[in-house]
């Protein structure tokens, strides 16, 4: 879905008449028709921004520039591993690399680009080098350019993620590992570390935000 309407907030709402809490976060322009809909045909409503409290510290410096996504991630890994040291490693688009201290706070973090990413810059940024996508079936040296691509950025985000983790592991006892986004379980498989992996962790995170907001209410 593309763009979220008051058409199918109603749907949902007709179909799921027991949800009568709900949070918005999006980087989008905001929706007034949209907002406020929600604010008068729910019971609580919260739009998720930089000034939202939070189950959590927020310690970045400039949390209005802190993608949401992050923010909800960070809360969602806090939420199944409170007072541990955890690193959340998001594949998405980009590969975002966020801490979260065992005091619960958002310490902050690291942002890489991802997969396909890496393969459109070699793409758009050279002259000749071909688009083409990740495979699990790729070697360590190409013998074609094909296959040097390939092996190029899917080995450089794997020994990315595996240099990022040992990082993380030499100054933060205990620490959990925990991996979400759309290319996880390509990572996954081929690291050679103990990784929790949840693709639902961003909506755990905005559940776990809004539930500590309505309880305040």
């Given at each position: 879905m593309d763009h979220l309407t008051v058409n199918h907030v109603q749907l949902l709402k007709n179909e799921h008449p027991q949800i009568t809490k709900v949070i918005l976060s999006s980087v989008k322009p905001k929706d007034e028709d949209l907002v406020g809909f929600l604010a008068k045909n729910f019971d609580f409503f919260l739009?998720?921004?930089?000034?939202t409290e939070l189950p959590i510290e927020n310690l970045?410096?400039?949390?209005?520039?802190?993608?949401?996504?992050?923010?909800?991630?960070?809360?969602?890994?806090?939420?199944?591993?409170?007072?541990?040291?955890?690193l959340?490693?998001?594949?998405?688009?980009?590969?975002?690399?966020d801490l979260v201290s065992e005091k619960n706070q958002f310490v902050g973090g690291n942002i890489s680009p991802g997969?396909?990413?890496?393969?459109?810059?070699?793409?758009?940024?050279?002259?000749?080098?071909?688009?083409?996508?990740?495979s699990n079936d790729f070697q360590?040296?190409?013998?074609?350019?094909?296959?040097?691509?390939?092996?190029?950025?899917?080995?450089?985000?794997?020994?990315?993620?595996?240099?990022?983790?040992?990082?993380?592991n030499r100054n933060y006892q205990n620490l959990q590992i925990i991996m979400t986004g759309g290319d996880s379980i390509f990572f996954d498989k081929k690291l050679n570390y103990s990784i929790f992996v949840?693709?639902?962790?961003?909506?755990?995170?905005?559940?776990?935000?809004?539930?500590h907001n309505a309880k305040k209410k």
């Open positions: 739009e998720l921004d930089a000034q970045y410096e400039t949390p209005e520039t802190l993608g949401r996504d992050r923010l909800a991630a960070a809360v969602g890994g806090n939420e199944l591993f409170p007072n541990r040291n955890l959340i490693i998001d594949a998405g688009t980009a590969i975002t690399y997969l396909e990413m890496r393969f459109k810059a070699l793409n758009q940024f050279t002259g000749k080098l071909p688009l083409i996508n990740y360590q040296i190409g013998r074609n350019t094909t296959d040097a691509i390939r092996a190029g950025v899917q080995n450089g985000i794997l020994f990315e993620i595996a240099q990022t983790i040992d990082l993380f949840h693709f639902n962790l961003t909506l755990i995170g905005l559940n776990s935000i809004l539930e």
